[in-house]
């Protein structure tokens, strides 16, 4: 281990592990730490972090409050690309990660640090999304990342250490059953009973939304305006985007939307279990979809659609700064070029029910559609049947030429008492 | 208009439109008829279809319960591919079409037809799906489709035909507000209040499931056992594809469970609105991915959700008998080898959760994804992630070469007093 | 047929089809025809053109050159987005339809014309193309396509029609084995005995090239600079579009490179033969694939090349004036963005050989890849392997407990004494 | 380090590395070693390799002529899928890895080896081919790797080892200039003047083939026939696998085909630079593309050119032994059904020209796609483009109320004296 470090910044929460990791830090490396918090709308106490990271030993600290920048230029662009790593999680995690490090190492270069350092354990995704930001943004620092590498393996080792480094512990050492990471976009939940994966979540466990059973029982109506696939009204009412994710978080949880439990692949190539609550975002997303299926034409959604796995797939891999998601993000943009218009969407106990959606750009013309006289001409139809199923007739014949084939189309000619050639 | 027909066999439902194409049929060619209805599942009086298309003139008729061919041959393999038309539709109708269309070929065949006919209109998706199938199994046989070619353009001018005609309307000629296709898999419903997207469907208009308000207060739990990605019990109970499909359509149905309101980009160019109502399906379909996240790695699942993207696509348009569907199912089949195992989710006012999943092919290990010590060795993350984020660092470093670049990487270098070369 | 047109603005080349249409229309729609032919390179003479339309009948006559806004605006970036039908056909003819559509388009605005006219058959590609971009410019103008309307059913007729109203035939009358398209990036040949797709083509067919055969016998070396992905000088001498592409076509056409024979599944269904002569174009892709081998990361380009089969397949159909093609542009140029360096590369004989490539941005770093001691900790590799190969590891354990499983692994296993469970 | 290891099976080659490494693995773990190498069609002397390794300390030696299974099995199956890496490889080192690496288990469960080594470095793929197919085949087994645990840093100390142990050098200590990998299907080519991208690989540096200078002045035509998308005859010769692509090989190394010289992205995140012959392998992959162009319809070919990127991915990742290759695998299979037929083509100095093609499968159609009279209906393409273009049509329009829209459309209907609304 090279110990020619003078200052870290370390990316810190209060929380048992980092706290430990900020004594450890200046035990291992006699440096200075810098203790960086960022406000992301985790809705915790960050009032006294302050104090708390200094009486630990930190020389400084930062806390900032990044929750516009985070929903605005992360998380709003990821949705308007319909980002869902593996069909289910909404990576509310996974965009946090980018902006964190991000500013960790903006914080470096003011402050002149040479190393940073992060408390995510050697299983998980973050550690990985840290570690590529770093390496984008500003790979000339050296990275500490402790649970690899010292000699602390649980987290009654952790306590242990706390205690005897006359670490402030107040409720942080209270048995935490569950693993959480909690923003103003989604709380997720691992651990405990979940480690089964066949075990329902206990409902203590959810901290953000009412269960559907506990929903009110009378639905509300919501009606969400977008511009060029990003929501900017609520109900009629234009709004900033950080306000505007709080409201859609409000009506969502009271009534029960964006619970969703799964299996995922992580990274590190392992499965695991984890349980998101999601509620604007849940709303946003079943919005969305519905604004694309009236103003993108079949082309250029079937490309999001193919595009938007992968665009998944990268920002779960903490890939955000990349030349690929900037390549990505200026088709998304272009896409959405003409993606504005209003959805309209009923809420209840738990369901997201779309009931309307209209567009100046809606491709849907009602009356091309409808079953009543119009423009579109019948008789065009035979034609682009007999075109479109050319190659379909083509390669029948073609392939029933093969004796040995078996099949309808064999025994239908053979019923029909062809004669093969 | 080649007057050269002898015998046609017409899909044959008993309603306005396929009475009167019966009888115009007889009067355009002076042929022969043959009725032929499917037993897909819609659940209407199939009693007298005989006795009315004889009264109105057709030579014979053919009545055949295809529901268990339907669920096993074409309903399964499409959901294990998990086919869903633009995120959405599960592609009730577009499964039926091949599989009524292949058994009126084999009709033909044996009644020595020379042409078919059915009563799609020339607007919609079904005639492309019909007449596909036709020209895949078929090619040689005559097709008439006369919503293209004759003179009636509207629902008053077909009453007005079928009164002239004394053809037995019945109940047929009354107002139908919505136009309707009805399976064991499904129901959809367009026109009427749907046509402007704006509008929210009226309660009224669903006739298959009760509304998330209207389902129980209870909620229930449902177990679904999978074999290699075909369902094959239901709560412990081992079914066949056709009971276990209207058990589950059963419970979905009580619970408010498979309503979803769309618009869809249709074979023919326009954008259309449509209502479906697919109980069953929808829980098969939330099970399944389930059972996925924990039965296939990564690349089997990404390549599956890609290509399942397409094998909707061509079921969508009919192309159902080709060689390229064959051959996806070829990759769907092995993908699904080791897709067996249960799904445990919970049934309430419309929400489907899923609460548990198991299987003796699970790749979720719970020892290598918890918390606690294991064999997985934290060391290796160093590595994997100074490999895995290599490319990421040298493209940092390389694009900040561009003196015009901007950017984070750029102003960090900036202001850790780096200077550019 | 409808009677009532005015003014015809006609896509006119002089040839035999084109003369006869003019006329035809004349005579059918009693209406004023103007004649536009367009210069894209095509290298015939358009000097009597003028005199030629005028004298069969037209209005007024415009000719355009529209070689600069050809190779700039259409050819380069579907090049740049490396786009290849069907793997092999450079879309030569695909890209100028739309251009010459354009045009004809904005000439009926200046002409207040109310239709256009257009002289491809019924069976290829060229009408989609002509038409798809009336569609998307200026639906409101009727289309008139003779081959599909009028009693003309063969060459023979056509010249008889000719003769019958004194249309100057000069050489148009003579025998044309073949059916060509040349513009200025390439040159194609379908019909005579390519028909017969065993057929070796004659070399007296090639217009364009020499023949590998006849080609120097000496190699030359060709350096192409890109930048931004857009070819910008030829052995160090910066260049326009237009004369750069000329010079690669002139030392291309004289080492016998770009000839390609090729079987393609036309738009409308069926599959045709042709031979395409596309030297500088050749030459440029080849180039382009090895500027982004070194300054693409593996993402960037996997996307990329997955988005080029798509963007050919929309040029290929004549969809260019699409949203879906400008989307995929904004991709294809923020991708492009470090796409800056040279390609060194040899021409012998038919053969493009490519012999080096530098660039600024190149991601090859010689230090990295280079066999010698360097930055590279190969202890970081073992950490690598053991993650990225978890999922197979996990994968291998769990499927080898079914029982029925055949194959090395489970064998290996029986071999080395393992009990299975 | 774990020095519990009895037995170990070494991937043995008799060079330098593998002949270093046999004697260290003995010195550090004083463990019995079982030297394995496989004739893969390397070309090189295999017969004093037993005295070699035994007098250098293996316990027993094991000389496994592969070659039959190599192309039959592993070569063939890839070829079918047309697996290319990145465009330009055709993976000959990547194939034979996971062979030689199951051989390798095999032995060991026979001789009840405990451990499996290779000589593989750790800035390569190759250790990652290994490893990967060590852990999906016998996961129970220890890996040691030595180029990424031993003290030798390069290859004058290697040889100063060997010197210091009395290991046989013979000629393996001169200079080499080039690291090459060599087997029936490809030779390869690193290092020397290679390292400099801009540099043109010196001629001496090709062991394989003429270059298309030296070879012959008369071009050759040749005649491949296939089955199902496998090679089966060569100028009416029935041949198995192995004569056959020996045949192959022999006539394209006399005409100076298939020389590539590429840059391309390394597993461990670099780019390095290779220059590759695949004589037989690029005529093959030349005359498939043919054989798919007449045989397959554009969805199916559509789909396998995607899949072929992702099987050529992992093909080079190492995964052979995965699930997921096994499903594409059976895609390709079902897909190659009729991949059937001859292809004719010419070898002249380095160029393979395709000239012919034929298929009892065949879909082009002479009498659809040639210019005279046929069944095919011009009428029909009307009505298909109507449809084919509406969505492009009404895009068009709705797109155009946009006021602040720029654009040849807006600018037309300006011009033609439309309103705007």
New interface residues.
Partial sequence: MDKQVNKVVLAYSGGLDTSVILKWLIETYHCEVVAFSADIGQGEELDHLDEKAKHTGATSVYIDDLREEFVKDYVFPAFRANAIY???YLLGTSLARPLIA?RQ??I???E?ADAVSHGA???GND??RF??TY??????LKVI?P???WDI???EQAIEYAKAHGIPLRDISKANIY?RDWNIWHMSHE?GEL???????NEEMYLLTNS??EAPDE?VEVVIDFEHGIPIAVNGTRMDPLPLLNELNRVGAEHGVG?T?????????????GVYETPGGTILFRAL??LE??TL???????K???A??YA??VYAG?W????R??????M???A??MTGSV?L?L????V??????S???????D??????SA????????????????????????N??RSAKG??R???A??G?SEK
Same sequence: chains 1, 2, 3, 4.
Wanted: aromatic letters at 10%; charged letters at 25%; proline letters at 3%.
């Fill in positions: 593996e069909g289910q991000k190492m903006e470096a270069a003011m002149g354990t050697g299983k550690q990985v570690e590529l390496k984008a943004l500003a790979p000339h990342a649970w690899r590498t393996r649980s987290r693993s651990g480690e089964n994966t066949w075990n329902r979540p559907p059973q639905e619970r439990d799964l299996v995922e692949t992580r990274l590190v190539g392992m499965k695991s279990r979809r519905e299926m009236i034409d079949f082309d250029t959604l079937a490309m659609n193919t595009m796995l992968k797939d990268i890939k700064f990349t030349h690929f900037e390549s990505m993000d200026a088709y943009a272009t896409a070029k003409y309209r009923v209840y106990k738990g369901n029910m779309i009931v309307g959606r209209s100046e750009y809606s491709l849907y013309l009602e091309l559609a409808s079953f009543g006289e579109y001409d019948h008789q065009d139809a035979t034609g682009f049947i007999n075109l479109y199923g050319l190659a379909t007739g083509v390669q029948a014949m073609v392939h030429r093969d309808p189309a025994e239908m000619r019923m029909a062809f």
